[in-house]
């Protein structure tokens, strides 16, 4: 590729079926589509049935998270060259077998580190699902991980406030990362851009959800060092 790297975004939520697909799933992930199309990011959406909860930024192209929609923007995600950043956001239900899609179907580990390994660029993923941490091991030379939780555990949403409306620990790494939501507020970290791995350690240290029952811990895998190195 010629001219500025390209910097891509999938934002994923799966949602099950209409009495669990939560309308955070959707909210949160349109709220961290816009602030990262301000930061130069080209973004696609896979949300449930194909629909959104709210208006859609118009940067965002919206499709489905059927398994066929979710692995063509899988493809276009993964077309990086070897300057080019890429970014998966997840929110939503998952197991330890993978990240559930709009129906009974999943999106395994292995199939994901299939489709993703075309990518000559670097990759985030932000998995912000249920038993998250199973995804640990896709971490590798170009590839960082962060989990809202281990692989055992469930992730939650926020505690009022803000309520219903985000999951915390997406809601937590996006206030490090752009500040918080208006119809959130926090006090954000006073020094910004942060690196990805200055962003994850803020988020994880304002984790709400790191008690008994509604327990989770965040995880970063960056077995090559590069969330120094990477802001968005």
Not at 49 to 63: H, K, Q
Not at 203 to 230: H, S, W
Request: hydrophobic residues 40%; aromatic residues 6%.
């Amino acid at each position: 590729m010629t001219g500025q790297p390209a910097r891509r975004c999938l934002l994923l939520a799966g949602g099950l079926d209409p009495a669990r697909n939560y309308p955070r799933y959707g909210h949160e992930l349109l709220w961290w589509g816009e602030r990262l199309g301000k930061a130069g990011f080209e973004c696609r959406a896979c949300l449930g049935d194909g629909t959104a909860p709210e208006p859609v930024p118009s940067p965002i192209r919206l499709a489905s998270a059927r398994r066929a929609e979710v692995i063509a923007a899988l493809g276009w995600l993964s077309a990086l060259g070897e300057t080019d950043l890429g970014l998966l956001v997840v929110s939503n239900h998952g197991d330890r077998s993978g990240i559930c899609l709009w129906g009974p179907d999943l999106l395994t580990c292995e199939e994901l580190m299939q489709v993703l390994s075309s990518a000559k660029g670097t990759l985030v993923l932000v998995m912000g699902q249920c038993h998250a941490g199973v995804f640990g091991p896709l971490a590798g030379p170009k590839v960082v991980v962060l989990t809202a939780c281990a692989d055992d555990e469930r992730s939650w949403a926020c505690p009022a406030p803000p309520g219903l409306v985000y999951d915390e620990f997406l809601y937590q790494l996006g206030t490090a990362l752009f500040s918080a939501p208006a119809d959130a507020p926090q006090p954000a970290p006073a020094r910004r851009p942060l690196s990805l791995q200055d962003a994850f350690h803020w988020a994880r240290a304002q984790d709400r959800r790191q008690t008994p029952p509604a327990q989770e811990t965040p995880m970063i895998f960056d077995p090559a060092g590069l969330a120094p190195g990477i802001t968005l």
